[in-house]
């Protein structure tokens, strides 16, 4: 397990905005598929967006047309581009890295707060 780098969390009002960044120290984080997972109060973690080496992204339902991932792999970091947020979007973001065979590193989790 190598560390993560997480960083961007807050408090923020619905309909606000925050973007969350993760740098790796992996010197293959750009064969590697990102991840970001969620974790409400209560809930199981389950998958956000993850994006692939060849930069091709995947997004819940539930997020599409107001997140997006993007990587930049010259910096080992990847972000995600939070819009138009809601209440249930409160929750403990966790970013993952993982080369299958190789690795499957774990951020420490940043808290995302949406409230008035």
């Known amino acids: 397990q190598v560390p993560l780098v997480e960083s961007g969390g807050g408090l923020v009002q619905p309909g606000g905005s925050l973007t969350l960044s993760c740098t790796s120290s992996?010197?293959?984080?750009?064969?590697?598929?990102i991840g970001w997972y969620h974790q409400p109060p209560g809930k199981q973690r389950e998958l956000v967006a993850n994006?692939?080496?060849?930069?091709?992204?995947n997004l819940r339902e539930f997020v599409k047309g107001r997140f997006t991932i993007s990587r930049d792999n010259a910096k080992n970091t990847v972000f995600l581009q939070m819009s138009d947020l809601k209440p249930e979007d409160t929750a403990v973001y966790y970013c993952?890295?993982?080369?299958?065979?190789?690795?499957?590193?774990w951020g420490q989790g940043t808290q995302v707060t949406v409230s008035s």
């Open positions: 992996r010197s293959t984080f750009s064969l590697a598929t």
């Open positions: 994006i692939d080496s060849s930069g091709v992204t």
């Open positions: 993952n890295v993982y080369l299958k065979w190789e690795y499957d590193d």
